[in-house]
């Protein structure tokens, strides 16, 4: 029996409409799909709702995959594949497997031989990028930094003398309730001639998206707190 | 007067139909401006007749932008913007600024001041990170080696070491019709057990996304002869 696919499916990051986010094969393709591997239920069922499923919702199957799933339990997400189904991985927001617990699935169907699909949708990462003016033709992404101010302002350091040593670009996300400590080390502790870039609520109509240097950053007021923000260090 | 805001306009990376990768919001974008900034007129004008461009292409206006454009000539690119009007940025492929000389006028209108809004589409390296299965965390993408292949493998190892000490996945791209010898020097040098994501022809019908260690890519046969390839590696 032919194996099926996985399609990794993008997911909106904010209230936009979906013309805006994603071509329209995305929906085609959700259309064809019967098995959804998701991050919460509730958010998965409501998204594949919106993008115009025909078949009733309780035909579905869903299964959940999320940063508490087990190396075993990955194995058993991937049975409709091996029994011949495509299945769809959705992320909570944004593209699968980009700073969230997808590629664990990615990981186990690769080595099973089954094909992988990703399909185009927003990433936060990427469009702060591309709109950052920063160096496009190296950077890092960084995910978390620590918690604790201390190690945090200890490791902000040694991300800045990357850029100034390499001209690699540095990128990271925080818990959004935490933004507002975050950015108060960048401007704490990087040097006034960094380039900071800000890129917040990206793809809504509260975007911002904006690259000042740690000086001019020091003169404005801007709360960030609970609002979803990409990081970026550069030259 | 209000200054113009500047789209970032992402292009197809081969010959896909476009439903499969822009949202239909990009076409409506493009067919409201009149300004371009490209890298090759021909490639340009094309795909934005492609996007159903109503308006005679012959009207519009088209900037060239590519590595050799002075920073002089970077300003006088954003002129239109100056006088008010909206411009496009285009990539010759994928998303601009990612990998190409669109972050010179980026950042240049970053500190003017002026909005930058980047748009959803394409890009080779995060379909293929998303699909490799390997750390999506913490990555980084290096661009291009050095072309002599002595220093190329001495930089291989390098980043090999990086992945096994910090889990970072690292990602390359090469000039298309060096890409064998690339992969020659990645199983040469590398470990056997690194993993090593080829991302080849994205998004078109050829797509092959897959990966393997490098002990077992040393069992395969493949050619990657001018075929567009993103290279990961990750543990």
Redesign the interface.
Known sequence: MNKGKLY?IPSPLGET?????????NSTLIHSLDYFIVEEFKTGRRFIKKMGMPKPIDQLHFFLLNEHTRPKEVEALLEPLLSGFNMGLLSEAG??????P??L???????MGI????L????SI??A???????????????YLNRDRKLREKELKFYESLVFKTD?TQIFIEAPYRNNHFFESMLEVCSPELKI?LGVDL?TDQ?L????TVSQWRKEKIDLHKRPTVFLMGK
């Open positions: 990794l409409a979906f013309e805006h986010l994603f071509p329209p094969f593209t699968p497997c980009v700073a969230d997808g590629s699935v990615v990981n186990k169907a690769q080595q094909e992988v699909i990703p185009i949708g927003p990433n990427l469009l990028l591309m709109g950052s003016g920063l160096n496009g033709q190296k950077f890092a992404f960084n995910g690699q870039c793809t975007q998206l904006k690259t000042r």
